[in-house]
């Protein structure tokens, strides 16, 4: 089943922070995250995995509550780079098998 | 490492030819996926290889579709008989997954597909 992402799009001035939520009816063993700017493919952000270990390449943090099956993504002192769509895909493990995305949030940011 | 590469990149067809797509996924990489996104959705998990072998479909991917990977390196992906519903970009992502946990997925620029 498809996560639900909110909110569904997001406007920022430059050095604002934003969250941005994905949520679950399914238990969560892992949540990966992913930004793609128009017409480009989706570049890999983070791993949150049940029980809490975290994989990433960005300097953006994140949670994971297990108990309600949602995860955030944290984006602070935002840049004009982050401006994109970020998409939330849940696994059923560890993101070895495929993924399932949720619609995205349109992240927009301004000078 | 040089990426995950798609062929082509861009690829209009009428409806009913078959097309096929191709992915070269980053060299040492052992799982291989497809998937696909429509305008303002995120990508739907199509199939994906361990190797040369397809471990799973989804219930997406009609009878029309088939993804091989015959020598556990690139893979392809055949469209039969397209449909106007077929337009889509077609991600290709791959992975290195041994022991342990947590697998990032390398995305592809994608295939773009117009079916006219």
């Known amino acids: 089943q498809q996560p639900v992402q909110s909110p569904q799009a997001v406007i920022l001035r430059e050095g604002e922070d934003a969250v941005i939520n994905c949520s679950s009816s399914?238990?969560?063993?892992?949540v990966h995250w992913y930004r793609q700017k128009h017409g480009e493919a989706p570049v890999f952000l983070m791993i949150?995995?049940?029980?809490?270990e975290q994989k990433g390449h960005e300097k953006i943090s994140a949670s994971f509550n297990e108990k309600k099956q949602q995860s955030s993504l944290y984006l602070t002192a935002s840049q004009l780079s982050y401006s994109g769509t970020y998409f939330c895909g849940t696994g059923k493990g560890g993101g070895a098998d495929g993924l399932t995305f949720g619609k995205g949030t349109h992240l927009i940011i301004q000078p | 490492d040089t990426g995950v590469s798609q062929d082509p990149r861009h690829k209009i067809t009428k409806r009913g030819q078959n097309v096929t797509f191709r992915c070269d996924p980053i060299?040492?990489?052992?799982?291989l996926y497809w998937y696909r996104q429509t305008l303002g959705q995120g990508p739907e998990f199509l199939t994906y290889f361990q190797n040369e072998a397809q471990l799973e479909k989804s219930r997406l991917l009609s009878d029309r579709f088939s993804a091989e990977r015959p020598k556990g390196s690139f893979s392809t992906l055949e469209i039969q008989r397209t449909e106007q519903g077929d337009s889509a970009m077609y991600l290709c992502?791959?992975?290195?997954?041994?022991?342990?946990?947590?697998?990032?997925?390398?995305f592809g620029p994608g295939t773009r597909l117009t079916v006219t």
């Open positions: 399914k238990a969560l063993y892992s």
């Open positions: 060299s040492e990489h052992n799982r």
């Open positions: 992502a791959s992975s290195l997954v041994v022991t342990g946990a947590g697998y990032e997925q390398y």
């Open positions: 949150l995995l049940k029980g809490g």
